[in-house]
């Protein structure tokens, strides 16, 4: 392995000149070139070595863990293990097997070894030690415990007020024989025992074992030898539970309701366990490199805490529940997109438990869109229901296709107040009454190669050509200089061909990409009182702003988010603007090569376009009961984690806020902040001619951005036409 005395050997230059290419302060492009060169011949990665040659600082953190046995403790360090590498940090990692005299020797070990800073992981009491005060090296703990005088944060992971919540849920139920299976640490110090014996009396249904599935299982053949009736039960563990459960199924015990403190996962406990007390390893490892990371680079303005982490308690429901026997068959139009498809897998569960099929007929954006007009003017009764896209519902209510749901909406309060905030309205809402169920999320996030952005060579060559610091960009501005540095066309050594991926099509997909610049730049196309406005110096930087993105693409026919999300996939491209729901199998290991290095954030400019799509029923269905059974049913909330675990995406709340899902689509906070940003696309009054409003972004729009693409007219004409096109249109003529 190379290092940095061969790197300066090979250019010809002093460690001191390397260390000065290495952090850019130097100017000097003949040495610059040389130390480059010599790089690349060695394969040299300065990650590690320059920052020891800004300072003599180690970068390098210990950690101390119990174990590994345990999937929380696994979770765990691989989460810190992740978190430090984005920051230039390596790990090492010591395992105490819970025994006090090898913390202690695995701290001082560390502390010999120059560690930047250590994370202790206990399950057992600390008390001050004096020697740990005199090491001067930030040093955090993570327990149960409220360690008082530890000469660092301490992290207290609490699991009381869950554990209670849990105990009064099962007392709700009537159970009277509920037994607890926990290990002896957690029990004693949370006093979780007392908040057990408070509501059932009698100590003979706690057993108190070493964490194991093995003891798990014996413990629960125990109780069922020394107890007449076990009707509850509350595992300490999920190695516990697996055992607990191994033993319910071999004594043929019947449906006893199981809640387990773990980790939540959605795929492990629906259908295995009634609740879980769970806190999220990934949230406990983000507290504590945030700590520890402040301690070391802050050491002056760091004052040590103790930060109390709460468990939360979740019931799981069974995935069937509410689903009734239906006499027809329903037949639903689909716009083609992975969340159809999903739906379409997840209905087997429906047709299952009703005895009758659902048929999902497949459309185009355009195919379907026309497909609703057409058969809703005959007043065509094939369809039971149909999916819309946002901008769809007012045109198609105002030509009376879709059916009325305000005498559901009456009956569905906790059902509706399960959406993220403004679904309801955005999606489903027409003049205040309901129309239509929310289906399919539509979140603009900008998603870039995180690798690229982490690379010290290009963050170096980066602040030198640009004299900025390289990062997700937060302004077109940026966005394009960003994209100029990774197109191999501008920048001859970029590892990636393109800076960017964008739709270049006649369609509403370059519509999109033009409003989230129309509205960061401060143009409209409709103002405050309806009258169209999109002719005006705004809307010419926003299309020239859009234009430069294009000089930094690919140049190809992308037709669709797909064949974007597909380029980016094959690492082509460096930062792409994908819809939430369009992502593809951009994180698949199997199908995409940048899975497991994608990067997120908000999209440039603070203003994204609102997407998504909805599902509405035919208002000539002939089964119009059994039609609103299904679109309740397939819009729930039992639905939301499958149909994202499928391929889908969901616009309900509880997705969202589970961390064990986080690996599936681990941008999906950036969902939330950037459904808060984003703008629906307005639609203009059109009496009698409610169908064409869609038009305006499907065909005026793009038409006109892609005649300046192909130099037909300059931007300056393009809003121009826009507008003229747009006005006809409102007039209440028929624009072509």
């Keep these: 392995m190379s290092t940095v005395k061969d790197v300066a050997k090979l250019a010809g230059v002093s460690l001191g000149t390397v260390s000065n290419v290495l952090n850019g302060k130097t100017q000097n492009e003949k040495l610059i070139e040389r130390v480059e060169y010599a790089m690349k011949q060695l ?55 819970n025994n006090r005299l090898i913390e202690r020797k695995s701290v001082e070990s560390f502390w010999e070894m120059r560690m930047a800073g250590i ?96 003891r798990g299982f014996q413990a629960m053949f125990e109780l069922c030898l020394s107890c007449s009736r076990i009707d509850g039960i509350i595992a300490g563990s999920p190695e516990i539970g697996e055992g607990i459960k191994k033993a319910l199924e071999m004594l043929k015990a019947g449906p006893v309701p199981v809640y387990v403190i773990k980790e939540s996962s959605w795929i492990d406990d629906t259908g295995t366990y009634a609740g879980e007390i769970s806190l999220s390893p990934k949230l406990v490892a983000q507290e504590a490199v945030g700590r520890i990371f402040h301690a070391i680079e802050a050491p002056q303005l760091h004052e040590s805490i103790t930060r109390y982490l709460p468990a939360r308690f979740v019931e799981t429901p069974p995935i069937q529940t ?150 997700p960009p937060e302004t077109w501005s940026q966005f394009h200089t960003v994209a100029e540095f990774f197109t191999q066309e501008y920048t001859p050594d970029s590892p990636v061909r393109f800076g960017t991926s964008i739709p270049m099509s006649c369609n509403v997909y370059v ?76 994180n698949n290991y199997t199908k995409s090569r940048i899975a497991g290095n994608i990067g997120f954030a908000p999209v440039p400019g603070g203003t994204p376009v609102l997407g998504g799509w909805s599902l509405g029923l035919n208002r000539f269905c002939r089964r119009p009961e059994e039609a609103e059974r299904f679109l309740l049913w397939a819009c729930g909330n039992q639905n939301s984690i ?18 064990d899902l986080d690996n599936l689509e681990p941008w999906k906070q950036v969902v939330l902040v950037s459904n808060a940003l984003s703008r629906k696309r307005a639609m203009p009054e059109i009496l009698d001619e409610s169908r064409f409003k869609n038009s305006i972004y499907t065909r005026i729009i793009p038409e006109e951005i892609l005649g300046v693409v192909r130099g037909q007219w300059s931007a300056g004409q393009a809003v121009r036409q826009m507008e003229a096109r747009i006005r006809t249109l409102v007039a209440g003529r028929r624009e072509v």
Aim: aromatic share 12%; with cysteine.
């Design 322 to 471: 509410g689903i009734l026997s239906a006499r027809e068959e329903l037949r639903f139009a689909m716009y083609d997109c992975s969340s159809a498809h999903s739906l379409e897998m997840l209905a087997m569960i429906y047709e299952r438990e009703s005895g009758k099929r659902i048929h999902f007929d497949m459309y185009s954006y355009k195919e379907l869109e026309e497909l609703l007009y057409r058969r809703g003017e005959a007043r065509d009764s094939r369809y039971d229901g149909f999916m819309m896209d946002i901008t769809w519902l007012e045109g198609l209510v105002e030509s009376g296709c879709v059916q009325n749901l305000d005498h559901l909406a009456k009956h569905l309060g906790n059902y509706l107040d399960g959406f993220i905030e403004g679904a309801v309205r955005d999606y489903g809402m027409y003049v205040e009454s309901l129309y239509a169920i929310p289906f399919m999320s539509g979140a603009q996030i900008l998603f870039y190669q995180k690798d690229l952005f982490e690379n010290r060579t290009l963050q170096m060559r980066f602040r030198r050509k640009y004299n900025a610091e390289l990062m």
């Design 642 to 659: 499958p149909l994202s675990l499928l391929g889908g995406s969901t616009l309900r709340q509880e997705y969202y806020t589970r961390p």
């Design 511 to 586: 519509a999109i990409e033009y409003l989230a610049r129309l509205w960061s730049y401060g143009g409209q196309v409709f103002n405050s009182l309806g009258e169209v406005c999109i002719n005006s110096t705004n809307a010419r930087q926003a299309l020239e702003s859009l234009l430069k993105s294009y000089q930094y693409s690919s140049r190809r026919n992308l037709d669709s988010w797909n064949e974007v999300a597909a380029e980016f996939a094959l690492g082509n491209s460096a930062m792409v603007i994908l819809y939430s729901s369009d992502v593809g199998d951009i």
């Design 43 to 97: 394969s040299y990665s300065p990650d590690a070595t320059a920052r020891s040659l800004k300072n003599t600082k180690s970068n390098t953190i210990g950690i101390i863990l119990p174990d590994v046995t345990q999937k929380f403790h696994t979770d765990f360090l691989m989460e810190l293990e992740r978190l430090f590498r984005e920051k230039g940090y390596n790990i090492s990692v010591k395992f105490s097997r």
């Design 119 to 214: 994370i202790l992981y206990s399950v057992l009491p600390q008390k001050a030690r004096e020697e740990w005060k005199q090491i001067g090296t930030p040093i955090l703990l993570v327990s149960r415990y409220n360690a008082a005088d530890f000469p660092g944060d301490n992290i207290v992971l609490n699991y009381s007020d869950a554990f209670s919540q849990a105990v009064k849920a099962l007392y709700r139920q009537g159970l009277e024989n509920v037994a607890l299976v926990i290990d002896r640490d957690l029990l004693s110090e949370a006093k979780l025992d007392r908040i057990f014996l408070e509501s059932f009396p009698g100590s003979d249904r706690i057993k108190i074992v070493d964490g194991s599935r093995e």
